[in-house]
């Protein structure tokens, strides 16, 4: 992020298309130069809901995706509200701590404490609030949704920070703010006492960490306080209303609003509008010409740098760079040249265009860029086998004859033995996942590959619904017995 003068600062946008397009274009009607946002929760991050007996991702974040790219914003960091789904927002950040979840190809969810540089400006994220509209045993609440004690005291050990970003306001004396939290009307006692709880500790945050300036969203009313030292803090309104969106110079830490005038939408954006409202929820997996030209050009300015970016994501996950590009050479090795005749464009001699165009694809290489998306994957979701001993407190001996036992699962990458991190639990330090054993008997009894298991082990399955549809891994972490689990993986019975 090197090189910006000026980021777009956002309330919450609740999924709301129509009104997140317009706040786009006024973004780069008045300051085409911006290429980030900093979004302060209730994106609407949620999880996939059940059509005509399936289960489905809901399409905002492709649509949100398109947009971005349509509008040259190179990213979106999340600082996640008490709206987004915070039971897998937990479990990300658990397996992966203090690292960015990446929940869309230019949308990233940051964890409570995480600091960042842009320009001149340190900024930490710290997400989540108490609800006011819903509490224990409601559809959608999550325990995980408001701060903790620990989580503010960790968060502060590092001192001063320039920018706090939070979904919960602090106790800051903005009027706007505190009127809507004096409301009695519709909100219980219990969710009104849990509303206080977390915004004490974001105030205690705010006192601790000292920042210029705090910019907090969730009670959809924009204000500002100003306090003794220069320091300030601005609510920002919900999408649709004046007051959600602001600029901040990252050089000068000058913010200021964006003017609440509707923007006048772009060809480019309308067709892609068209294309949406055309869809149903049940057509999600297929893309308007408009974002599949939009989709392309920004792959084409994606490879600019590929190979350093490359670089930089295997030190972080602590993968050998020579291993890897080994691992590649023998999987391409392997899987050959691309082939014009792998697929054949045609039924009983009347060509068909899906099938011409997955044709056109395998030529073009899509299977051999598969094996080295699927490599990326598994080293991204593994950790080292001294890595993950350390993570679990054994000797890496006892690790490895774990796994020669098949309690655990390890994979080879490039002459590197690794361990997928879904085997870890949410815990602080983690544990190994409870039942792994009988779950990677049941994978292997199935015939399941590492990556598959994987895919199984995070994707929310209809038959393993308590009080929501659960995945396999958080079915075994709230205590289910793996019976139905193990089922699934015996069979092959998923989705």
């Keep these: 992020m090197a090189g910006e003068q000026y980021v777009a600062i956002a309330g919450d946008w ?24 900093l979004q302060l929760g209730d994106l609407r991050f949620e999880a996939p809901i059940r059509v005509n007996g399936k289960m489905r991702s809901r399409p905002f974040l492709r649509d949100l995706d398109s947009l971005l790219r349509l509008h040259g914003i190179d990213r979106l960091l999340l600082t996640p509200g008490n709206h987004d789904w915070w039971d ?31 320009g001149a400006t340190e900024f930490m994220s710290f997400g989540g609030a108490a609800s006011l509209d819903k509490g224990p045993g409601r559809s959608g609440w999550s325990r995980y949704e408001a701060p903790t004690q620990s989580e503010v005291l960790e968060a502060a050990k590092r001192g001063r920070v320039d920018v706090l970003l939070t ?62 030292l220069r320091r300030s803090i601005y609510g920002l309104s919900v999408a649709g209303t004046p007051g959600n969106v602001g600029m901040l110079n990252v050089m000068t830490r000058r913010f200021s609003w964006l003017p609440a005038r509707p923007a006048q939408l772009s060809s480019d954006h309308a067709a892609i509008q068209k294309g949406r409202t055309s869809r149903t929820e049940t057509e999600t997996e297929t893309e308007t010409e408009t974002e599949t030209i939009v989709r392309r050009s920004a ?77 990326a994957d598994l080293v991204g979701a593994s950790d080292s086998v001294s890595h993950a001993a350390e993570k679990l407190g054994l000797s890496v001996k006892t690790l490895i004859q774990l796994a020669d036992a098949g309690q655990v699962l390890t994979i080879d990458v490039g002459g590197e033995r690794r361990m997928p ?41 209809r038959t393993l619904e308590t009080s929501t549809v659960l995945t396999p891994r958080l079915w075994l972490i709230s205590g289910q017995p793996p019976d139905r689990v193990v089922g699934i993986l015996q069979r092959r019975r998923f989705l």
């Design 14 to 37: 609740e999924s709301n298309y129509a009104a997140v397009a317009a706040i786009l274009e006024v973004i780069r009607q008045d300051c085409a130069e911006a290429r980030t946002i």
């Design 421 to 461: 991190v879904w085997q870890y639990t949410d815990d602080s330090p983690p544990r190994l996942l409870p039942h792994l054993g009988e779950v990677l008997a049941a994978a292997r009894e199935g015939g399941l590959a590492a990556s598959s298991i994987a895919g199984v082990m995070a994707h929310p399955q």
């Design 299 to 375: 792959g084409r300015a994606a490879r600019v740098g590929t190979l350093n970016r490359i670089g930089a994501l295997l030190s972080t996950y602590g993968m050998d760079i020579d291993a890897f590009a080994n691992a590649i050479e023998e999987a391409l090795r392997l899987e050959g040249a691309p082939q014009s005749t792998a697929i054949v464009p045609y039924v009983s001699g009347v060509e068909v265009p899906c099938i011409s165009a997955a044709a056109a694809e395998v030529a073009a290489g899509s299977l051999q860029t598969g094996v080295v998306i699927n490599l």
């Design 167 to 228: 979904h919960e306001p602090p106790d800051a004396g903005t009027t706007a703010v505190e009127a809507v939290t004096r409301q009695a009307n519709g909100w219980s006692a219990e969710r009104r006492t849990a509303s206080a709880s977390s915004r004490g500790l974001i105030t205690e945050l705010v006192a601790a960490v000292e920042p210029h300036l705090t910019v907090h969203g969730h009670m959809h009313v924009p204000g500002e306080a100003h306090k003794p």
């Design 88 to 118: 897998q927002l937990h479990a990300e950040f658990a397996r992966h701590p203090g690292r960015p979840y990446r929940i869309a190809d230019r949308v990233w969810a940051l964890p409570r404490g995480f600091r960042f540089r842009i």
